[in-house]
């Protein structure tokens, strides 16, 4: 996330692209968790629903997080790009 921030504060093209080819390695994160997830609703635990449920939300949020800072990466690298163009003419 850190990166992605960067990236928007100095414009920063190649760390914007970065963050847009972390997609697989989030998915990747995402699914290990998912996997996680399944393993805790099998153990005996008498507080697994809530915990399960808590940590369904904080995995949501993070993917809407990370979702929302590559939807901006891009963007900003179609403003530049638009920028340069007009440049360009």
Do not use: C, W
């Not at 847009?20 to 393993?39: C, F, G, N, P, T």
Request: glycine residues 2%; without cysteine; positive net charge.
């Amino acid at each position: 996330m850190s990166g992605a921030i960067a990236a928007l504060e100095t414009r920063d093209r190649k760390r914007a692209a970065e963050v847009r080819a972390m997609k697989s390695r989030v998915a990747r994160i995402l699914r290990e968790i998912a996997a996680h997830q399944v393993a805790r609703l099998q153990t005996s635990e008498p507080q697994r629903l809530p915990a399960y449920t808590r940590e369904i939300e904080l995995t949501e949020a993070l993917d809407d997080i990370f979702r929302t800072i590559r939807r901006i990466a891009r963007t900003e690298k179609t403003i530049l790009q638009r920028r340069n163009a007009m440049r360009d003419v």
